[in-house]
């Protein structure tokens, strides 16, 4: 690993084992991401829903997609993804991945993480965005705050598109905040296209990176595993045969030892 790596390993080793992302201080790109979820919020209550006609449709839409966002996200920042044996003292059992870093033997499909600096249980992949990794127990909560920022960011540039769309002049006077009435056509105008110039890119982001995950669902693969061109790894259910195997093995090594 890199210095960077080393950094973060030395940052987080006081904190290895079961620790969430909220244990440890977070990333920019997380502040980044709540800084724009709540910019957001204020763009569609302080310039959007004053200038729409049908507000409902919107709002509903609008701030039911918010707050699943922000639920899912929160739920994924407060659960510990590390493998079950991480942080329990256990020892090397055959067929299983022994982790020097974690000291335990972890699943087949767990992998360590030099960001979280732990093994993760069914490891998907490491998330700048919210400081964790995802993994088979937030996975569900993963896509579930994929598809309701989808949601979110397609109401945002429907409600711009359609106010754009109409007549700007008649909407600031019929609208209920005296602010929109004194301002000009041109600067109202302005807003709702430096909307459309920031949402759409991340829009198109996000869309790329809900349909990628559509994918590998429906494949039974994870963006790890895709990543690496490797097949869906089938964990084999252990027969007596294979115990006695491991127990003659183990018996074996004794002697010789």
């Given amino acids: 690993p890199d210095r960077a790596h080393l950094k973060r390993f030395a940052e987080n080793v ?19 991401a709540i800084g724009i979820f709540i910019c957001t919020g204020a763009v569609a209550g302080g310039i959007l829903t004053p200038l729409l006609n049908n507000r409902w449709l919107f709002n509903i839409s ?24 991480v942080g329990m003292d256990s020892e090397p059992e055959i067929g299983k991945p022994w982790c020097d870093m974690c000291k335990a033997s972890v ?31 937030n996975y569900r909560r993963f896509f579930i705050s994929v598809c309701s920022l989808l949601v979110n960011l397609s109401t945002v540039l429907c409600a711009a598109v359609t106010i754009l769309a109409q007549n700007v002049d008649a909407l600031c006077l019929a609208s209920s ?9 041109d600067v109202i105008t302005g807003l ?30 994870t963006t790890y595993e895709y990543l690496r061109g490797s097949r869906k790894l089938v964990i084999p259910e252990e027969t007596e045969s294979d115990l006695e195997r491991s127990r003659e093995v183990s018996k074996d090594s004794t002697e010789i030892a």
Wanted: hydrophobic residues 45%.
């Fill in 177 to 185: 905040f005296q602010t929109w009435a004194c301002l000009p056509k």
């Fill in 62 to 85: 609008f701030w039911l997609s918010w707050f699943a966002l922000a639920a899912a996200s929160l739920s994924i920042m407060f659960i510990d993804p590390a493998d079950p044996a």
């Fill in 107 to 137: 699943r087949l499909d767990s992998k360590h993480c030099w960001e979280c600096n732990k093994c993760i249980g069914h490891f998907d992949h490491h998330c700048p965005w919210l400081s964790s990794c995802i993994g088979v127990k």
């Fill in 192 to 221: 709702l296209i430096a909307i459309l110039a920031v949402y759409t890119p991340l829009w198109c982001l996000d869309f790329t990176l809900a349909m990628f995950h559509c994918y590998i669902c429906y494949k039974g693969l």
């Fill in 14 to 32: 006081a904190m290895a084992g079961r620790g969430t992302c909220l244990s440890k201080r977070l990333r920019k790109r997380t502040w980044l």
